[in-house]
């Protein structure tokens, strides 16, 4: 694997037994660009028999054999991006993904109208979420994140520490269970904030068979799963969290779900918060799934 072509070819017997031939160039591609500093444009016109560093062809073997194991290819670089940003990724917590992307766009969308000031993202993981918000709301003042995993926290610990060197603003996080917040009259996270968003656990175990070994054998399975009991358990705690006062009137729920529960879950919630308190709807991603929940908080004076 002296050469860049030779390289390629390395790449291709790894990794074409795991993934697509297109999907499988790709990973391939992003790789050798980490590894030799070069942009999308700049990998593409060099020379095929380009000598690689020494120090490039341990690399790229090492990245290569973990990937061959299955390890998805963010851990193995250490980073996802994330809209506009880059984040520090490990095992143990959720990779980003384009639908949360998504879900992020639509809460900043609306907060070119509203006016977001606080928020608080719950089961933050990586922190992608917060971090985004947070360097992308203008008027904000406040924003927490709460984790329950040890291992997410200290990775997003380490994002936050990186967006506040970026940008001068922070994020508060906590050590907190969403159902212990619910259940309990104490904890940090302050009451009436202007948003409330979250990705939690949806996917129910029953899904665990049509999904692909390199997200079941290697993300946390905590961030995955929603109970088997009650897929939509974590929807109606955040409505609680609403109904007790977390939120003030006029803020805002947003939520990323599973579209397999999406109607229930907007149902169940509204029950919780209060028809009358509220109004909700779902909205669908890019390809057409019902994938998240918008609910407006209005109660009656």
Wanted: aromatic share 8%; with cysteine.
């Amino acid at each position: 694997m002296d050469t860049i072509h030779a390289y390629y070819t390395a790449a291709a017997e790894v990794l074409s037994p795991l993934y697509e031939r297109s999907e499988a160039r790709e990973i391939a591609r992003r790789l050798l660009e980490d590894a030799l500093g070069y942009s999308r444009s700049q990998l593409l016109v060099v020379d095929k028999d380009t000598l690689l560093p020494p120090h490039c062809r341990e690399r790229l073997s090492q990245q290569l054999q973990a990937l061959g194991s299955g390890r998805p290819l963010q851990y193995v670089l250490g980073y996802a991006p994330f809209l506009q940003h880059s984040l520090f990724v490990a095992p143990g917590v959720l990779i980003p993904r384009p639908e949360t992307e998504e879900l992020v766009e639509l809460v900043l969308e609306e907060a070119s109208k509203a006016g977001y000031r606080s928020f608080v993202d719950i089961g933050t993981g990586s922190g992608c979420i917060a971090y985004a918000l947070a360097a992308e709301l203008p008027e904000l003042q406040a924003a927490y994140a709460l984790e329950l995993s040890e291992e997410a926290l200290q990775v997003a610990a380490r994002n936050f520490d990186a967006l506040r060197a970026a940008t001068g603003r922070s994020v508060q996080l906590y050590r907190e269970d969403l159902f212990r917040l619910v259940q309990s009259a104490e904890g940090a996270l302050p009451r009436g904030l202007d948003l409330i968003v979250s990705n939690p656990p949806y996917i129910h175990p029953e899904e665990a068979a049509a999904m692909s070994p390199q997200v079941l054998e290697h993300e946390p399975h905590l961030a995955l799963f929603a109970p088997e009991t009650s897929p939509i358990a974590y929807y109606l705690a955040l409505a609680r969290l609403v109904q007790q006062g977390y939120l003030r009137p006029g803020g805002s729920l947003w939520v990323e779900l599973n579209p397999r529960y999406a109607e229930e879950t907007l149902e169940a919630m509204r029950r919780i918060v209060g028809p009358e308190a509220c109004t909700a709807e779902l909205l669908r991603d890019l390809s057409g799934k019902l994938r998240f929940v918008h609910l407006h908080y209005s109660p009656q004076p």
